[in-house]
């Protein structure tokens, strides 16, 4: 992995940050109005005009803008209108939440979805096989809100078995609030992180399906098995082996969208995360903490997909690292 490519990656990255902030600020300038929100319709014009001051709200819009980057690229995303106080740290609480429910999900969906795709690939002409596939379009199809309480009704208005909102008992280590050391944390996490996954171990399972079913039919496949090495090693160790790139992929972009689309599932499950902050957020028009949220979700997507670019190497060393690529 040679410097240029490090370097053409980076600024790529940084480009793509750069525009998303632009974004960002539009879309919190003209989201309602903060004045409102924060004082009222009742307020009087004196005062109005002097939060609008405070607030720089007079200023022409690139100046706010400049204003705004600056701010950001030093980690100050101002004040809350709502909360009034500092954005960073009241993202910073909701961040610990969101990232569980995540990387769960993405466990989930990663440690269901490669396996069906291969036992589904090497029996792909069972009837059974057929029947799994045609279940994962509609694992694919169904909006993640109507899985959540259809699994809301089964487990916890039915059977009673898992708590149907909430995050459960928590801990703090140093500045991380956690609920996967608590029994009643996992139990609250199940259920959002089942309802969060469940289409993509359909979308992983379709994958590795379809890669798995080229790879079985190269050469080099055919030689393991004549030579009398055994259908699981052949399955899981050398085919599998050369479907990680799609994985991989799939992999980076699953980390964003679970992060970025957990909006749902929060507020099915009331889960204290960054979802359930962003639409709170929107309802209050406190624009600082929208633009907050979008900077945070476009710039873990563009470490997730610099993180995936790095690990095509280390999956498949012929690929060619340089400026082309």
């Known amino acids: 992995m040679n410097t240029s490519y490090l370097i053409q990656r980076f600024l790529h990255a940084v ?33 109005r005009a002097t939060l609008r001051q405070q607030l720089g709200l007079d200023d022409p819009l690139v100046l706010q803008y400049v204003h705004y980057l600056g701010r950001v690229f030093t980690g100050d ?7 009034q106080r500092p954005v960073i740290d009241v993202i910073l609480e909701r961040v610990p939440a969101t990232l569980e429910l995540a990387f769960v999900a993405l466990l989930v969906s990663l440690g269901l979805g490669i396996p069906l795709g291969v036992i ?27 899985v959540g309480i259809f699994l809301i009704l089964i487990f916890s208005v ?14 703090r280590i140093g500045g991380w609030e956690t609920g996967l050391l608590t029994v009643s944390g996992l139990r609250s996490l ?17 994958l ?11 050469e080099y496949i055919r030689f393991a098995r004549a030579r009398g090495i055994p259908d699981q090693r052949v399955n899981f160790g050398h085919a599998l082996r050369n479907t990680l790139i799609p994985i991989i992929t799939v ?45 945070v979700v476009a710039t873990f997507f ?13 999956a498949d060393p012929r690929l060619k690292m340089g400026a082309k690529a």
């Open 158 to 171: 039915t059977l009673g078995w898992l708590p149907s909102f909430g995050r459960g008992e928590v801990v």
């Open 302 to 314: 563009v470490l997730t997909n610099l993180m995936v670019d790095f690990l095509y190497a280390m």
């Open 190 to 206: 199940i259920l959002p992180a089942i309802a969060l996954a469940i289409s993509q171990v359909a979308l992983v399972a379709r």
């Open 251 to 295: 992999s980076g972009i699953q980390l964003g969208y679970l992060l970025a689309f957990a909006v749902v599932v929060e507020q099915v499950f009331q889960w204290p995360g960054l979802g359930t902050l962003f639409l709170n957020a929107l309802t209050q028009t406190d624009v600082p903490v929208i633009t907050a949220f979008l900077m």
């Open 77 to 83: 995303f101002g004040m809350s209108y709502i909360a």
């Open 208 to 218: 590795v399906r379809a890669e798995m079913l080229e790879v079985l039919r190269t």
């Open 120 to 146: 589904a690939a090497v029996h792909h002409r069972k009837l059974w096989s057929s029947a799994l596939m045609t279940t994962s379009v509609i694992g694919v199809s169904l909006p993640t809100f109507v």
């Open 15 to 47: 480009l793509v940050v750069f525009v998303v902030s632009i974004i960002a600020f539009l879309l919190g300038s003209f989201t309602g109005d903060p004045v409102t929100s924060v004082l009222g319709v009742d307020a009087t014009p004196e005062a």
